[in-house]
């Protein structure tokens, strides 16, 4: 069984960035024309970031008024059976990207459950 958490940013937030982030955490990549995929070999997460996503309006629930417009969408599918070693990956690679970009984003449990966010503030965690 797996279990879907799904990142929503805004134009600041590059490809680049994923890249990064995604060699220092030790993930395998994929990079393709409209799609970055990646595999955490300890945690067995998958990811899976699309740039190509035309202005949108957030899915994430509690955030759908927010200002900034949705430029791109990440999944992370967590593996139940390593669940807490996901979600430590998950945790270092929102730490790493909140140091590389300002890009302002939003991490949550099937857009309904909120994780993390990224704001003028920086990242917070909200569990």
């Known amino acids: 069984m797996s279990l879907d958490i799904?990142?929503?940013a805004d134009s600041r937030l590059t490809r680049c960035h994923?890249?990064?982030v995604?060699?220092?955490l030790g993930a395998a990549q994929t990079d393709e024309a409209d799609v970055l995929t990646a595999f955490f070999p300890?945690?067995?997460m998958g990811f899976l970031?699309?740039?190509t996503v035309n202005i949108?309006?957030?899915l994430t629930e509690g955030f759908e008024s927010a200002t900034w417009p949705?430029?791109?969408r990440a999944t992370f599918r967590l593996s139940a059976a390593h669940y807490d070693k996901c979600m430590e990956d998950l945790r270092k690679f929102l730490e790493n990207l909140s140091e590389l970009t300002e890009a302002f984003?939003?991490?949550a449990f099937q857009y309904e459950r909120l994780i993390a966010y990224r704001n003028d503030q920086g990242l917070n965690f909200v569990e």
């Open 6 to 8: 799904t990142l929503e």
């Open 70 to 72: 949705v430029q791109s």
């Open 105 to 107: 984003f939003t991490v």
């Open 49 to 51: 970031y699309r740039d």
């Open 56 to 58: 949108a309006e957030h």
């Open 42 to 44: 300890e945690s067995n």
């Open 18 to 20: 994923m890249k990064k």
């Open 22 to 24: 995604l060699e220092v």
